[in-house]
T-cell receptor, first 114, second 116 residues
């Protein structure tokens, strides 16, 4: 019954080695988001897709990219992970229904960079 | 610019006590949404409530209640008769995108510890 699914739950990568995190949804929501949450901090929005339209936050490093091949799936690519990229990465989805917009989060992928 | 302030970094109470988590927000928009999320140690952000800016009615859901006051820009969350399972980090968040897809602006969170 999981509605927002993230795989894997834990990911270990090496410094500089590209890594991809995945997110899928069964809610058929228009919008998918990626947030980064470092230890003891609030989640920080990296970017989001409104259908196929990509919206990057101004302060998101170029090292972070995203793909959304269809409504259900969205990927986060980290081209050259640094030690500072170790964090929890949270995917969220939201419908675009006026006054009913609510973001629903997946369980997150915890990334460790060695 | 939008901003959410959760002044309480950590609260510790004994089980069965009532506890209130404070949230103060800033926005220039007349239409906006406020949220509370719970983040247990597993890490998943669990949606608790959304309140639209034009609906100031307070809400109660079991042991949880929310007090929304536009006059003081506050959206406080009260847990009555707290339980150990309520232990988590609680985030208040704001969105200014009616009909759109804006991201959430989160407060820094309040770590709630319920001691048995």
């Amino acid at each position: 019954d999981a509605m927002v699914i993230q795989n894997p739950r834990y990911q270990v990568t090496q410094f500089g080695k590209p890594v991809t995190l995945s997110c899928s949804q069964t809610l058929n929501h228009n919008v998918m988001y990626w947030y980064q949450q470092k230890s003891s901090q609030a989640p920080k929005l990296l970017f989001h897709y409104y259908d196929k339209d990509f919206n990057n936050e101004a302060d998101t490093p170029d090292n972070f990219q995203s793909r959304r091949p269809n409504t259900s799936f969205c990927f986060l690519d980290i081209r050259s992970p640094g030690l500072g990229d170790a964090a929890m990465y949270l995917c969220a989805t939201s419908p675009v229904i006026l006054h009913q917009e609510t973001q629903y989060f997946g369980p997150g992928t915890r990334l460790l960079v060695l | 610019a939008q901003k959410v302030t959760q002044a309480q970094t950590e609260i510790s109470v004994v089980e069965k006590e009532d506890v209130t988590l404070d949230c103060v927000y800033e926005t220039r928009d007349t239409t906006y949404y406020l949220f509370w999320y719970k983040q247990p140690p597993s890490g998943e952000l669990v949606f608790l409530i959304r309140r639209n800016s034009f609906d100031e009615q307070n809400e109660i859901s079991g042991r949880y209640s929310w007090n929304f006051q536009k006059s003081t820009s506050s959206f406080n969350f009260t847990i009555t008769a707290s339980q150990v399972v309520d232990s988590a980090v609680y985030f208040c968040a704001l969105s200014e995108a009616p009909g759109g897809a804006d991201g959430l602006t989160f407060g820094k969170g309040t770590h709630l510890i319920i001691q048995p």
